[in-house]
């Protein structure tokens, strides 16, 4: 297991502060933020390149913290594969193994297996600056993976390079990762690229650990507004706060939740795709009666903007194509939005 | 831009039309009777191996700083870099008794140096090296650093996760990514000591170098009897020049 503790380090243009992050073995971390949020710096302290003002690293229980890189045993691939010009393909993947105690021809059968195992076999000989994107960066990853690495960090392996290399890459680390029961942590700023990954998804901004979930977790209930934001919350609500006998009373207009004892600004979250459109009825808590401003076909759904009175800004709605045509819906309808298994509380 | 092909023209018939004129207008026959001349060998001998040592001495304390220029931040890195151009500023009569200050006999490190270990850095052939050296620095260091700079510090930090000591990085990545930067470098320092006239004609004007016996061939005897000695020492300096440019000169695209 690997282990961030209380880790800091500050830097002129980037910083990391107070991050406390495990990966299990054989778990394949996520990191997301926003450019500049310390994903990279995240990275190399981990590998040891840099080294924390604050705060301890842990590798299966021993500590790192003032460990050089070298001998961490964490391999690293960079978006822009930084493959060594003046060496051709195998001597490339070759280069880790002559620290390894590994004879030429142990190091030969190495270089044949992981070649193999990435389909650069017919590449060994040629020189990177022959390589296509995509053959640069599995020459890369076959060289961080031939050192067998305890841990493998890949700083946007996938952005620099075309959406069908990119897939077809994606969906070989996947592979890779079951197969070879590899430890990965991944930066990418790509959310699509984190979801499909499968793993936990840690957020980092400004340099603090905001969320650290799975995929859903963190797209159903976010814990922080810019967590929402970043993984692309729609109706978003400051919520007021009101105590009560049951504990807090969260709301915003006509919406309304019960809440335990969070502290500080707190928002609410509508998920669109769990609002329930019925026939106008009477308003109540969480029924709430609207009209629809804006219909939007997205593809496989329609998004429907409704105005609530009491709300200060439009609530999506997600519905499908049968159900504007069964329901008859247009603009200027007026429906009843059902949004109480809907509403998600969170921190701002 | 044809004003500026014209300018451009002017500039380059500016540096060419002394040299050409100076290769077809001298005797070949006048030139390999110089050359067998005794004292002229003994000055290009000592020229050219003192700047040879120069050079090496140059890169060995060069290297270094150049990297750390490149790769490090620290306070008072770009006063370091001023220091590193003073010698390409200052007027190299004055550098010559700026050293003779510290280096010569009567010096700050000169006089305790010949006192109690007998060396003397003034005067000798140590002291051409020293002015060769001074005036030379700055273009192995500026190299260096130019060089090292286009080298990203992730291809280090990449060789490092792979195993290799900081040591280890240096040499197996980045030099073989730098070295024609550095043998540029070391071309114009080397360059340049030979053609150093100034400070060495003051910390050491014996033995003489083949500037040295230029001046004095010049003084003396006058223009035309110096001319086969310059045109000797030009073709030295150019057929040395062009090999290293050509070695220096990537062959094709390597990045």
Same mark, same amino acid.
Not at chain 1, 14 to 30: M, P, Q, S
Not at chain 2, 51 to 67: D, E, H, K, M, R
């Given at each position: ?142 060289? /961080? #993976?031939? $050192?067998?690495?305890? =841990? %493998? ?6 952005? *620099?390079?075309?959406?069908?290399? @990119? ?43 905001? /969320? #650290?979930? $799975?995929?859903?977790? =963190? %797209? ?6 810019? *967590?929402?934001?970043?993984?692309? @919350? ?59 401003? *804006? ?54 | ?255």
């Amino acid at each position: 297991m690997i282990k961030l503790d209380r880790v800091s380090c500050e830097w002129p243009e980037f910083a990391i502060r107070d991050v406390t992050l495990w990966v299990n073995e054989g778990e394949y971390l996520v990191i997301v933020g926003p450019t500049g949020a310390g994903k990279t710096l995240l990275l190399e302290l981990l590998l040891g390149i840099h080294h924390p003002d604050i705060g301890q690293i842990f590798i299966d229980e021993i500590d790192v913290t003032k460990l050089p890189p070298e001998k961490r045993g964490i391999g690293m691939v960079y978006q822009d594969y930084l493959l060594f010009p003046h060496l051709d393909v195998s001597r490339n993947l070759a280069f880790g193994l002559r620290y390894r105690q590994c004879g030429p021809d142990e190091a030969r059968r190495r270089v044949q297996e992981i070649a193999e195992l990435l389909g650069i076999s017919h590449l060994l000989h040629r020189y990177p600056y022959t390589l296509s994107g995509g053959e640069k960066q599995r020459v890369a990853i076959g060289r /961080a #993976l031939v $050192t067998e690495p305890r =841990l %493998l960090l890949l700083d946007e392996p996938l952005s *620099a390079l075309d959406r069908g290399t @990119a897939s077809r890459l994606r969906n070989e680390l996947k592979l890779l990762h079951s197969t070879k029961k590899l430890t990965v942590v991944h930066v990418t700023h790509d959310l699509s690229e984190a979801r499909q990954m499968g793993g936990p998804i840690a957020l980092i901004k400004d340099g603090r650990l905001d /969320a #650290l979930g $799975t995929a859903d977790d =963190l %797209l159903r209930r976010p814990p922080t507004v810019f *967590a929402a934001n970043f993984f692309g @919350a729609v109706n978003l609500y400051r919520a007021e706060v009101e105590k009560t006998d049951r504990g807090m009373r969260v709301g915003v207009g006509p919406v309304v939740a019960e809440s335990g004892h969070m502290e500080g600004a707190l928002y609410l979250m509508i998920h669109p795709d769990e609002v329930v459109l019925l026939p106008a009825s009477l308003e109540t808590p969480n029924h709430l009666c609207c009209e629809v401003i *804006a219909l939007t076909d997205e593809g496989n759904y329609v998004a429907v903007q409704l105005r609530v009175a009491g709300l200060p800004s439009p609530l999506t709605a997600y519905v499908s194509r049968h159900f504007v045509r069964s329901q008859i819906l247009e603009l200027g309808s007026i429906v009843t939005a059902d949004v109480e298994r809907a509403i998600h509380i969170l921190r701002g | 831009m044809a004003v500026f092909s014209i300018a451009g023209c002017l500039l380059i018939l500016f540096i060419i039309l002394p040299i050409l004129n100076l290769l077809f207008t001298t005797e070949p026959s006048r030139v390999i009777k110089t050359a067998m001349d005794p004292a002229v060998r003994s000055a290009i001998l000592i020229t050219l191996s003192a700047a040879f040592i120069a050079t090496l001495v140059s890169l060995l304390f060069g290297v270094p700083l150049g990297y750390l220029l490149a790769r490090e931040r620290f306070a008072g890195k770009a006063m370091v870099e001023g220091i590193v151009d003073m010698p390409v500023v200052i007027p190299h009569t004055i550098a010559g008794i700026a050293l003779l200050f510290i280096f010569g006999r009567a010096g700050i490190l000169g006089a305790p140096l010949k006192t109690h270990l007998d060396i003397q850095l003034s005067d000798n052939y140590w002291g051409i090296v020293l002015a060769m050296l001074f005036v030379g620095l700055p273009f192995v260091v500026n190299h260096c650093r130019d060089g090292f700079m286009k080298v990203d510090p992730r291809m280090e930090y990449v060789a490092r996760s792979l195993g290799a000591s900081r040591l280890g990085a240096f040499f197996r990545v980045t030099i073989p990514l730098t070295w024609r930067a550095l043998l540029s470098g070391a071309i114009l320092t080397w360059a340049r000591a030979i053609s150093e006239f100034g400070s060495v004609a003051i910390i050491a004007y014996y033995p003489k170098t083949i500037n040295t016996l230029l001046f004095e061939w010049y003084n003396f005897f006058g223009y035309t009897y110096t001319k086969p000695l310059a045109t000797l020492l030009l073709l030295i300096a150019l057929a040395i020049f062009v090999g290293l440019r050509a070695i220096a000169t990537p062959k094709r695209a390597e990045h």
